[in-house]
């Protein structure tokens, strides 16, 4: 009869950390039914100083999400916020938040949307442009896509396995994606007598944007891996994030085990005690 009853208690208190445990899918799960988007920011001109980048919810003069002293190159990797209508403001770098904005541009995010907002063209003629990424790929295909960043070649044309995949893309300017079948095969860049090769690889259902950058020895070409495949959420470039206010959840895994083994030593002492011979008189 005891060990019947310990097993019962032992199926019990198994249950009930796995029970707890649901409680975070639970809370995932409704994050997602109420909309989640996701946003990055990038800086990709070539002879603007660094900027603070601003990310404010319509109608919410509270910043939700802030980069500071962004330089060129800098590409954010992608932030989930909430659907809806956001403004992005850009400053310059060290400038107080109450300070009029250099540049500023709209967003409205759309549920299981991703969005790039980057800074392109000349200072004098710097724009805010809002871009909408693709997260997924046609069936056993990857995307690229290409932004041309780099002034000292006004337009630059890429080559993917010997063949033009980009034609004389202009300084400021967005491609298309393109699907491509998985490879590892070289990539050549080339604006005026600047070149640069590099070999990248593309996997069936990855989302990749190219980058070409001015460098201190000539183009440089940053290769971002937006997203792995259908069943991720986007990645981005992973070295740099908002650094935002929202608060994070952490895992109930360690509290829940430690709760576990202290009622199974209850249960255990217990029953220990429980065998122990009363002493004798």
């Known amino acids: 009869m005891k060990i019947r009853r310990f097993i019962r208690w032992a199926i019990l208190l198994t249950a009930v950390p796995a029970l707890l445990l649901g409680i975070p899918k639970a809370a995932s799960a409704a994050t997602a039914a109420a909309g989640t988007g996701w946003v990055r920011l990038a800086h990709l001109s070539p002879n603007t100083p660094a900027v603070d980048v601003y990310l ?68 004098s003629g710097l724009r805010l442009q809002v871009t909408k990424d693709e997260l997924t790929t046609p069936p056993g295909k990857a995307l690229v896509r290409v932004i041309q960043a780099s002034l000292q070649q006004h337009a630059v044309t890429v080559s993917w396995k010997g063949a033009p995949a980009v034609s004389s893309l202009a300084f ?29 690889t593309l996997a069936a259902g990855s989302v990749h944007t190219l980058v070409v950058l001015d460098g201190s020895n ?53 029953l220990g005690a429980r065998r122990r011979p009363r002493p004798t008189a």
Request: glycine share 16%; charged share 5%.
């Open 56 to 123: 404010y919810s319509f109608g919410n003069p509270t910043a939700a999400q802030v980069l500071h002293h962004v330089g060129y190159g800098v590409v954010s990797a992608y932030e989930p916020i909430a659907a809806g209508d956001y403004t992005v403001a850009m400053r310059a770098a060290g400038a107080a938040a109450t300070t009029k904005p250099v540049l500023s541009a709209s967003v409205d995010v759309a549920p299981g949307g991703a969005y790039t907002v980057a800074g392109l063209g000349p200072e």
């Open 218 to 270: 000539g183009l440089v070409l940053d290769n971002f891996l937006d997203a792995a495949g259908s069943g991720d959420a986007p990645s981005g470039a992973p070295a740099t994030g908002f650094g935002g206010t929202a608060p994070k959840v952490p895992s109930a895994l360690p509290w829940l085990s430690v709760i576990g083994a202290g009622l199974l030593l209850a249960v255990a002492g217990g």
């Open 172 to 200: 400021g300017a967005v491609s298309s994606y393109q699907a491509v079948s998985p490879a590892t095969a070289a990539l050549h860049v080339a604006g005026g007598s600047e070149t640069v090769n590099s070999t990248i």
